[in-house]
């Protein structure tokens, strides 16, 4: 097997982790509604509705506003958590392409968040990051968590986390002498 043989076979199986592990995380989910695609005009304004409406810093996402804990008084209360858990995951989503310290940070506090479901980004988030400074936070959420999936995905990611890059591994391989002709 040739050196580029072999280079896209590690790329192939490292595509097709990364897409297990979005199944595995988001489940269903993971793949798009085609009764939802459109012209994208109803997606945008439920990611924005629970961002906070504060002026935006060069380089830097809005964080959302959680909404307050609220009886079943207020009819609009489930509509602002939604609105809420889509704006955070979505910035989770976000954060997780960014390579500083900042973006890491905010995306491994939300691995202890109430809601699963930005657990879930967290998660998704801090494989997509990429860094093995997230295991010791992540192992820290498999521990603590009591669900027996989402331990599972936790894990998961940790082991993913673990490989090496395709550069580590070029690094680690022995040279190789090409066959005489």
């Given at each position: 097997m040739t050196l580029m043989r072999r280079k896209l076979a590690i790329v192939a199986v490292a595509a097709a982790l990364a897409v297990s592990l979005g199944f595995l995380v988001f489940g269903p989910s993971f793949v798009p509604d085609p009764a939802a695609a459109g012209d994208g005009a109803a997606t945008e304004p439920a990611r924005d509705a629970g961002m906070a409406a504060a002026p935006k810093a060069p380089g830097r996402t809005?964080?959302?506003v959680e909404p307050a804990a609220e009886g079943a008084s207020d009819p609009g209360a489930a509509e602002r958590q939604e609105a809420y858990v889509?704006?955070?995951c979505a910035e989770l989503g976000d954060l997780g392409m960014r390579n500083d310290a900042d973006s890491l940070n905010s995306i491994l506090a939300e691995l202890g968040n109430r809601d699963p479901r930005?657990?879930?980004a967290a998660v998704a988030a801090a494989v997509q990051f990429h860094s093995v400074e997230a295991i010791p936070r992540l192992e820290e959420a498999a521990l603590q968590t009591e669900s027996g999936k989402e331990r599972?995905?936790?894990e998961e990611a940790i082991e993913f986390l673990k490989l090496p890059t395709l550069t580590e591994a070029m690094r680690?391989?022995?040279p190789r002498v090409p066959a005489p002709r």
């Open positions: 809005p964080r959302p889509a704006a955070r930005i657990r879930q599972a995905a936790i680690q391989a022995p």
